[in-house]
């Protein structure tokens, strides 16, 4: 009993529902194990005893909470202060305000930001704590608009380096904003990755979702390439020449995009231009962006030049070296100065080309322009958990539960947030980590953005059956996302595929959150929220990791949908009529963990699977429930009048499904870029590893021949796709 209370005290759930109707009760050992994560002792009752009276005697008697969050719509909750209690609050622009008594309309009225409220208690007790004034929503999205679904390393252009890079960005963005009339680009996570050989190509598993990952930059476009001289020059060109054989291997000769090859290309290409000196305007610009991103970007560069003597895992290094605040790791950092500044100078780089990417997007007339992608979490070995330890929970990974359609659950890998640290924090670490990613972008996609209400958490060395739920604080995620919102005038989509706990879309929904909401599983399938697909969070496993659950799950996700509509399997699941979509969402026909539409149409989706025993049952009733799923889609895109080239056309299927988002409300409608040149194969298949090219694969045609940025932008079947949308209504 006191153990289920400790734990109700720290957020975590004592059960969870892995299908209607059915509960599961948490193992005590589990919630041990969660609660020490948290820094809670309950192993023995007596510990159980100390811990729940140390929370009386700390939490439970303070005036204040640990971040307090008010909005103009929602004032704090200040109740339990004692009679006599006087307010004070130090404002964000460096006023203050005395309040007297406790007035929560008070301090819902005070200007937006990031405040500090002191408390002054009869008998002497105060207390101050953060104070999070933040707006009601975040900002909508300028009119309806469509736009591109791109991976940003499979769009290679004739003058990348063997990758796609924040040249082609840019250069998509200014073609496809005056050309084609497309609204956004939105685009994998570009946050750092954990170094190699061999680099882990999965945009999800950063070692630093703060810092964008250099290996994008177009080497050319940083000025002091063009001051290059003598041997340097002559280096710079061999590198140059090494790219140009490197891009050829992929879009000539079939070979796979090659990360690690191309940033060992770049890197060598970024020494050479260190060492030219920056102008004194460049120089100027440098140190404002040093004193701009501080601390964060020390640990970040710092970590950086540790991993290049130590090895990427800081768990690994020297024990002094493992606390980034030790004597020992300021005493390297001093010997290390000139290896720090060349990391900083690279996220400058990277800055100033998204910047510019940004510039490109807006000045082609892009309401909305870039929208970058926020990964659920970080690499455990990476630099986010060595500079804010604190803040991550040791031993534990996120992930999902069992559910109807995976047995096993999910263990993404990835070590999750500590709710406590951050209300400690006043939430500086996720704010910082919002305005980073928000400095150059019109909107930001959330990756399981159920995650900011709760999240899965398994402890090391245990299955995923033996989890827990964590709830974080919901309000405050959500208020310090619309403030950083309102702050950069970007829209927000959450990724609110699968399993959803009742209540959250209609809170996002409240909050001016989009969500995501894909054609094949628009359905009607009966309790819960209404366009809650059995998918099984499997979009997020597939982003997140290497578990083979994560491709059982998204097969089973699938097969699921088709099971609910195939003939004698019972209650058919309603496709949802145009007019039922929900206008707050980013429309999309497929994501980039899901089969290209082409793929869905001929049968290469399921033939794939096949042939890496992915399947999640026979082949032969996989192919009929594909088939049969597929024929209620032409179907009803037949009767809707949406198809009038006739069946059997595949490039006018795939126009029909497009034609069948414009007839949502959706505010966004996105066009995965692939799927206006026909490709087949998707960027990521989720449950392989080595059996298939995860984010290795350049944009390609139906017969599998990669295609250029130019080819893309003088696609004949590109353009006919395109006309569908800027014809008719975005």
Not at 28 to 41: F, I
């Amino acid at each position: 009993m006191g153990r289920a209370r400790l734990a109700r005290l720290h957020g975590i759930a004592m059960s969870y529902a892995p299908s209607p109707g059915r509960s599961v009760q948490i193992a005590d050992d589990t919630v041990v194990a969660v609660l020490a994560a948290l820094g809670v002792d309950a192993s023995t009752p007596h510990a159980v005893r100390a811990s729940l009276a140390a929370y009386e005697d700390g939490a439970g008697r303070a005036l204040l909470p640990r971040t307090v969050v008010a909005r103009p719509d929602r004032p704090p909750d200040l109740m339990g202060l004692p009679e006599g209690t006087v307010l004070r609050v130090e404002t964000e622009g460096g006023g203050t305000a005395d309040l007297g008594a406790p007035d929560p309309a008070a301090l819902a009225r005070l200007p937006l930001g990031v405040h500090v409220l002191e408390a002054r208690a009869p008998g002497g007790r105060t207390a101050r704590a953060p104070l999070i004034v933040a707006p009601d929503r975040v900002p909508a999205p300028p009119g309806r608009s469509h736009g591109f679904l791109v991976q940003l390393y499979s769009l290679l252009s004739r003058r990348s380096w063997g990758m796609g890079d924040l040249g082609d960005l840019a250069d998509l963005a200014a073609w496809s904003g005056r050309a084609l009339g497309t609204g956004f680009v939105q685009l994998n996570p570009l946050h750092a990755a954990v170094p190699g050989p061999p680099t882990d190509p999965s945009p999800y598993r950063p070692s630093s979702r703060r810092f964008p990952d250099p290996v994008h930059l177009r080497i050319e476009h940083i000025p002091e390439y063009a001051h290059l001289a003598g041997a340097a020059r002559l280096r710079a060109d061999e590198l140059a020449a090494r790219a140009h054989a490197l891009r050829s291997e992929v879009l000539e000769r079939g070979a796979l995009i090659d990360r690690d090859a191309v940033w060992a290309l770049k890197r060598e290409a970024l020494e050479l231009l260190w060492a030219v000196p920056l102008s004194p305007g460049r120089r100027a610009a440098y140190c404002d962006f040093l004193a701009e991103q501080g601390q964060a970007l020390e640990d970040h560069a710092t970590w950086c030049a540790l991993a290049e003597r130590h090895g990427p895992d800081w768990r690994c290094w020297p024990a002094e070296l493992r606390d980034p605040r030790s004597p020992g790791t300021a005493r390297l950092r001093h010997r290390l100065l000139d290896r720090i500044d060349f990391h900083c100078r690279l996220a400058w780089h990277t800055d100033q080309q998204l910047a510019a990417a940004q510039r490109a997007a807006r000045d082609a007339g892009m309401p909305i322009g870039l929208v970058h992608d926020l990964a659920v979490g970080v690499h455990p070995s990476g630099a986010d958990t060595w500079a804010q330890r604190d803040a991550f929970a040791a031993g534990m990974s996120i992930g999902a539960p069992p559910d109807a359609f995976n047995a096993r659950g999910q263990d993404w890998g990835l070590p999750p947030w500590r709710p406590d640290a951050l209300a400690a924090a006043g939430y500086a670490p996720y704010r910082e980590l919002l305005r980073g990613l928000l400095r150059h972008a019109g909107a930001l996609r959330i990756d399981h953005v159920m995650g900011l209400f709760r999240l899965w958490w398994v402890p090391e060395g245990r299955p995923p059956t033996e989890g827990a739920y964590v709830r974080y604080d919901g309000e405050a995620m959500l208020s310090v996302l619309a403030l950083e919102a309102r702050r950069a005038g970007a829209a927000v989509i959450g990724e609110d595929l699968g399993t959803v706990e009742p209540g959250v879309r209609g809170e996002l929904a409240a909050r001016g959150v989009l969500g995501t909401s894909v054609l094949w599983f628009e359905r009607d399938y009966g309790g819960g929220e209404r366009d809650a697909a059995p998918r099984a969070e499997a979009a997020e496993a597939g982003e997140a990791g290497e578990d083979d659950a994560a491709g059982e799950a998204d097969a089973a996700g699938e097969a699921g949908a088709a099971r609910e509509a195939a003939p004698g399997s019972g209650a058919v699941a309603r496709i949802l009529a145009p007019g039922e979509w929900r206008s707050a969402c980013l429309a999309t026909v497929t994501t980039h963990d899901l089969p290209t539409t082409a793929a869905r149409l001929t049968g290469a989706d399921v033939a794939l699977r096949e042939r890496l025993g992915l399947l999640a049952g026979p082949p032969e009733r996989e192919r009929s429930r594909a088939t049969y799923e597929l024929a209620e889609w032409m179907g009803e895109l037949v009767r809707r009048g949406l198809l009038p080239e006739g069946q059997g056309d595949e490039e006018a299927a795939i126009k029909a499904v497009h034609r069948f988002l414009l007839r949502t409300p959706a505010r966004m409608i996105g066009v995965w870029l692939p799927d206006a040149v026909g490709d087949r194969r998707p960027q990521n298949l989720p449950g392989t590893w080595d059996e298939y090219p995860n984010w290795r694969l350049p944009i390609a045609g139906p017969d599998g021949r990669p295609h250029t940025l130019e080819e893309l932008a003088a696609s004949p079947r590109l353009h006919a796709l395109m006309r569908e949308l800027s014809d008719r209504s975005c």
